[in-house]
């Protein structure tokens, strides 16, 4: 079942951002979706796929996982496509650093699976990042996201 959702996820992407892309005036409407879903996604896990879970591990990565917010965030990149002219986000050298030290770290860890799923979560995290700073630059994206988070 939850490789069926994965797939129609995957499958939707693309309509989605080609969506975004020819109507601008919705993309506030998936950054209030992407803020809803931050507090209701734990409730509702069947959105997404867990490549490896650990339910019952104490931390806060239950697993390797793709969700819907994934998928919102990836569509939301693609409708904005590339543009030289836009500023790049500040920190990347100091992320990307983080994220080498961090897969570094995986052959000295007590728990090794337990930081591949940390590790697994920071690409996504980058990508939440970088969608966030983009859209940042028009006001109502910055509305409907805060609205959504509310």
């Known amino acids: 079942m939850a490789y069926a959702v994965l797939l129609l996820e995957l499958l939707l992407l693309l309509p989605l951002a080609t969506l975004l892309r020819k ?29 490896y879970a650990w339910p019952l591990y104490a931390g806060h990565n239950k697993g390797i996982e793709i969700t819907i917010i994934d998928i919102l965030v990836v569509a939301l990149l693609i409708a904005q496509g590339r543009d030289n002219a836009r500023p790049k986000p500040p920190f990347r050298a100091a992320m990307a650093l983080y994220f080498l030290v961090t897969l570094a770290s995986i052959a000295y860890a007590q728990i090794p699976m337990a930081a591949v799923m940390y590790a697994a979560q920071l690409p996504r995290m980058y990508l939440l990042y970088i969608a966030v700073f983009r859209a940042s630059a028009q006001q109502r994206n910055i509305d409907a996201l805060l609205n959504g988070l509310a």
């Open 23 to 51: 109507n601008p005036h919705y993309v506030p409407y998936v950054w209030f979706a992407v803020g809803v879903l931050l507090f209701l996604y734990p409730g509702i896990r069947a959105l997404g796929l867990s490549i």
